[in-house]
């Protein structure tokens, strides 16, 4: 992944708690999709979804605020068949990170 990126930090639209630090790659200034290899920390998060404990991306738990347990995203394959959690759009806030 040598192309260039854009680095957000991703925060619970309901009560600001910092969820993750997300890698966005290409134009356009959106989050729909978060691809499961783009996410880099918490290493917590990042170790559960790189392990092999999930064999079918319905064993995958849906992205949820650590404190207020809000649903921000679900898992799901996209068209070119890689893991990714579908952004519920009001859900989240998104920081650029400078």
Known sequence: MGKHHKTYHIHCGK???YLLTYH???AGKGILR???DHIVA???LVNQ??????Q???DVPNLTCTDCQQVLGV??????????YRMRQGFFHRKLQK
């Open 15 to 17: 009560c600001g708690a």
């Open 24 to 26: 966005k790659y290409g």
């Open 34 to 36: 978060l691809y499961f």
């Open 42 to 44: 918490p290493d917590t």
């Open 49 to 54: 979804l790189q392990s092999s404990d999930y």
């Open 56 to 58: 079918r991306i319905n």
């Open 75 to 84: 898992p799901a394959l996209s068209k070119s068949k890689k893991w990714v």
